[in-house]
């Protein structure tokens, strides 16, 4: 029987996962992202929700603290994020941000896209996830949804509020654990399938990483993005001249004072 802490948390995560997936109260024709073969797509607030999501896991594994809420948001908010910024960048002794204002939103806007990248391509991957896993007649149950998460619960969090303190510290809700915890179940159901198409190739690394790119290739080919959101997996993406930002980088420049979001590595 699952715990009974875990039960009303699972019910409210499922009807919000419900609604992370559909893209609840937007019409199709907000989709920013459509997969061929596919009526699944991406809204915005879906995106808006992921951003958030990610960028406190990323603040979380960049610092080692929970990161201020309002960093991120689609559509972008700037002032919100200079706010939110204000709190995590060093002052000088007199008590002066060691960035200006003009820097702070450059590093906002550095952020914004960052962050969109990246939630944006692990929504687009996790989309064709779940179409190759319902092409291939995989489907994930609510209920062996649910006996995973409850499997997750008891090796991930084995003691009594280390779940909630885990969310707090990302800004993070049930639904974002159990959308991660499908992600799982999917790849479990993919990877094997992968597996088999390698062996029948002829097996090895060379035919696994050839293998790898073709289906990039063909996903890539079958993703279309709206204006302002095509992000790599997306069809006609063009990577900048100066090479995409790391958002780590950006939320290690911000917590340091620091003007160049270039690692200092490079």
Not at 104 to 112: A, T
Not at 174 to 181: G, K, Q, S
């Amino acid at each position: 029987m699952p715990n009974p802490r875990h039960r009303f948390p699972m019910l409210a995560g499922f009807v919000a996962l419900t609604c992370l997936l559909a893209g609840c109260g937007e019409g199709s024709s907000s989709s920013l992202v459509q997969l061929e073969g596919s009526s699944a797509s991406i809204t915005r607030g879906t995106l808006n929700h992921w951003m958030r999501a990610t960028v406190g896991v990323d603040f979380r594994a960049s610092i080692g603290t929970k990161g201020p809420q309002g960093l991120v948001a689609e559509p972008a908010n700037y002032p919100e994020c200079m706010q939110a910024a204000e709190k995590i960048v060093p002052r000088s002794f007199s008590g002066q941000l060691k960035l200006t204002d003009a820097q702070l939103k450059l590093k906002c806007q550095q952020l914004h896209q960052a962050i969109k990248e990246e939630a944006l391509g692990f929504l687009i991957q996790m989309r064709w996830s779940e179409l190759e896993a319902a092409n291939a007649g995989a489907k994930i149950t609510p209920a062996a949804l649910h006996a995973e998460y409850e499997a997750y619960l008891k090796r991930t969090f084995p003691a009594e509020g280390q779940l909630q303190k885990y969310l707090a510290e990302r800004h993070w809700s049930t639904a974002d654990v159990l959308f991660e915890v499908k992600r799982n179940l999917l790849a479990r159901v993919l990877i094997p399938r992968f597996q088999a198409e390698v062996q029948k190739a002829g097996g090895g690394n060379a035919v696994y990483a050839a293998l790898t790119i073709a289906q990039g290739h063909a996903r890539t080919a079958k993703t279309h993005c709206k204006a302002g959101y095509v992000v790599p997996g997306c069809k006609g993406y063009r990577e900048p001249s100066g090479g995409p930002l790391a958002p780590n980088v950006i939320i290690e420049a911000f917590a340091q004072g620091r003007v160049s979001s270039r690692s200092p590595y490079k």
